[in-house]
């Protein structure tokens, strides 16, 4: 998993020789998801005396400068900004759904929800950077440039075996949480549901000359959804871009001069917002849904994209992440640092799991289908969303906010 340069400054707990473990709660993997756990386990540790490390392969200063855009829901926003929230999230105030060349929309709007935002766009930079800055003024021990090997579990403890260029040690925790991150190819191991959609995804920052400033479009092609996130810059003008479409038509696509990508773009799209004028960042990963089918095995547990990597329709890979953070760590304040506590957590989590994992993987498979029958049927159901209130209101709640209990 990772390695030991400067652990961090705050003083870590049951660290000495004698103790019998050296942390309570070890986390591998130090993006957003177990950045969150780290925070939000140091919080309660006021209290509950939780000892909690941190491991990861990198520095954290190294994704600072990440562009990549990440869509966070308003429910994630409200359990994060107890951490540190960044200052420069876009909100989204309204979602346009709809399928292009086929009737049928449906359009979502903060205001039907009483809600400030329906939820927000920033760069992965800037969220690791703040929930950096929260951990660092926490006990938490932070081992940084540090690898973590492969884990061995007796009956009351796990050991971790960590590397780095200045030490090599086990680790003895009572609680190993993977969080760590990865693309979906590069986690295909283990037992549960796994599905390559056929699809990669292309990625950058566009600008629009004729944009609306905090609405985000999830426009459906026979090719794969495309995806449009607001991201500000001079008159609202910039959004943040996810293509999906076949892995040839990603590579010829990707070789494209600007001019011609856009034009592309613009076809696929249509004119909406006007015509794309530039486009920034471009880079491609490929799609598939890998979901682990137990969150715990013993005193081991997998959250975020280690329980589960999506297809970014809906933007809901990293808010059931939070969310999976976020349950363990209350589980953990109520049983304490135990199997008992897993064994609650996972509980819990079946079925928001279960939900948006199905929701996501039907939306990614049912509006790729290039059938006039399906499409009528598929324009009648976003219309018809619009006529039965409570059916949208219960979608739009499940996406931002998930199932809590």
């Given at each position: ?246 892995p040839e038509e990603a590579a010829r696509r990707a070789q494209l001069p600007d001019d011609a990508f856009l034009a592309e773009l613009g076809a696929a799209f249509g004119d909406r917002m006007g015509r794309f004028t530039q486009i920034k ?68 989590r079946a079925l928001d799991r279960r939900l948006t994992i199905g929701a996501t993987d039907t939306l990614a498979r049912l509006f790729t289908i290039d059938f006039p029958p399906l499409a009528t049927l598929r324009g009648l159901a976003l ?23």
């Open positions: 998993m990772n390695e030991v340069a400067q652990p961090s400054t705050a003083t870590p707990q049951n660290t000495q020789a004698d103790a019998p473990f050296d942390f309570d709660v070890t986390i591998v993997g130090a993006g957003p998801v177990g950045l969150a756990l780290a925070g939000w386990l140091a919080k309660r540790s006021a209290t509950q005396a939780l000892s909690v490390a941190l491991v990861d392969a990198r520095e954290p200063e190294d994704a600072v400068s990440d562009p990549r855009a990440i869509a966070v829901s308003q429910g994630s926003r409200m359990i994060l900004e107890p951490l540190r929230w960044p200052g420069d999230a876009t909100a989204i105030q309204r979602i346009h759904v709809s399928q292009r060349g086929h009737f049928g929309r449906t359009l979502i709007d903060h205001t039907e929800h009483g809600l400030p935002a329906l939820g927000y766009v920033l760069r992965y930079g800037s969220i690791v950077h703040a929930l950096a800055e929260a951990v660092h003024a926490t006990p938490v021990h932070w081992f940084r440039s540090t690898s973590a090997l492969q884990p061995a579990q007796a009956d009351d403890s796990v050991t971790l075996p960590i590397e780095s260029a200045h030490v090599a040690r086990n680790l003895r925790t009572r609680i190993l949480v993977n969080a760590e991150g990865g693309l979906y190819h590069e986690q295909r191991s283990g037992t549960g549901a796994t599905r390559d959609y056929g699809q990669t995804a292309l990625v950058g920052t566009v600008t629009l000359s004729a944009p609306q400033p905090h609405v985000a479009w999830e426009r459906f092609t026979s090719e794969g959804p495309i995806a449009l996130l607001p991201t500000g810059g001079v008159r609202g003008a910039d959004y943040a871009l996810v293509w999906c479409c076949s960042g471009r880079a491609s990963f490929p799609l598939g849904l890998n979901a682990v089918d137990t969150l715990v095995k013993g005193r081991v547990v997998a959250i975020g994209n280690a329980a589960q990597t999506l297809h970014p329709v809906a933007g809901q890979g990293l808010n059931l992440g939070l969310r999976d953070a976020h349950a363990l760590v209350d589980a953990l304040a109520q049983h304490g640092a135990t199997p008992v506590a897993l064994a609650a957590f996972a509980a819990r219309t018809a969303l619009e006529f039965v209130p409570p059916v949208k209101t219960a979608l739009a709640r499940q996406m931002m906010f998930g199932q809590r209990r």
